[in-house]
């Protein structure tokens, strides 16, 4: 059973950096591509990046700049780094697993980032 | 990139289908065959239901089904149920290796 669990803190600061921690069990991270996804609360989803095992990143255009992707294969984990945040970064980020380059199949429950000062 | 254009709500009394849009451009759901579907219940994460525009996970009833036909892509819920009260996206590949997700649909089991 693939379990994907979302880690970091719950409260950032505006205009400094947002981390997550995606910790992956019931499979290697060494396979596939795994994602990051967001959602401000009661509105939609947004897609922010993706990362393959072989570390190269893709990134949502409208994000690029302040996006930052990496994995650890020792601890089965990738993460996320998002800077320069201000209140519109607030959302419930997500970490997917991306099986087959198209589509999100194992989902982590979510954390809730809130960006206040 | 834009969103993709969902109807914001659906709704269908039980035993009915209920039909959802999705709606791109030639960039995204028109250009490719990369549309999946997520069922999403309140306070939880997405669900995969649909994807590569037709194709069901293992365990996904087949009540469930997805179509497409130019820049518009389709989730029909057929015999809807209560269990299937939920929110719905759409998502396509933008090109570029980006992706990208409809507003979502609140589906209403009357």
């Known amino acids: 059973q693939v379990q994907l669990q979302e880690s970091g803190p719950g409260l950032v600061k505006p205009s400094e950096t947002l981390s997550l921690t995606c910790t992956v069990s019931g499979d290697s991270i060494s396979t596939f591509y795994w994602s990051w996804i967001r959602q401000p609360v009661g509105k939609g989803l947004e897609w922010i990046g993706r990362?393959?095992?072989?570390?190269?990143?893709n990134y949502n255009p409208s994000l690029k700049s302040r996006v930052t992707m990496s994995l650890d294969t020792s601890k089965n984990q990738f993460s996320l780094q998002l800077s320069s945040v201000t209140a519109a970064d607030t959302a419930v980020y997500y970490c997917?697993?991306?099986?087959?380059?198209?589509?999100?199949?194992?989902w982590g429950q979510g954390t809730l980032v809130t960006v206040s000062s | 990139q834009s969103a993709l254009t969902q109807p914001p709500s659906a709704s269908g009394s039980p035993g009915q289908s209920v039909t959802i849009s999705c709606t791109g451009t030639r960039s995204d759901v028109g250009g490719y065959n990369y549309v999946s579907w997520y069922q999403q219940y309140p306070g939880k994460a997405p669900k995969l239901i649909i994807y590569?525009?037709?194709e069901r996970p293992s365990g996904v009833p087949d009540r469930f089904s997805g179509s497409k036909s130019g820049n518009t892509a389709s989730l029909t819920v057929s015999g809807l149920q209560a269990e299937d009260e939920a929110d719905y996206y759409c998502c396509s590949y933008g090109g570029s290796n980006n992706w990208v997700f409809g507003g979502g649909t609140k589906v209403t089991v009357l």
């Open positions: 590569e525009v037709s």
């Open positions: 990362i393959h095992t072989s570390g190269t990143t």
């Open positions: 997917a697993r991306v099986p087959n380059w198209d589509y999100f199949d194992y």
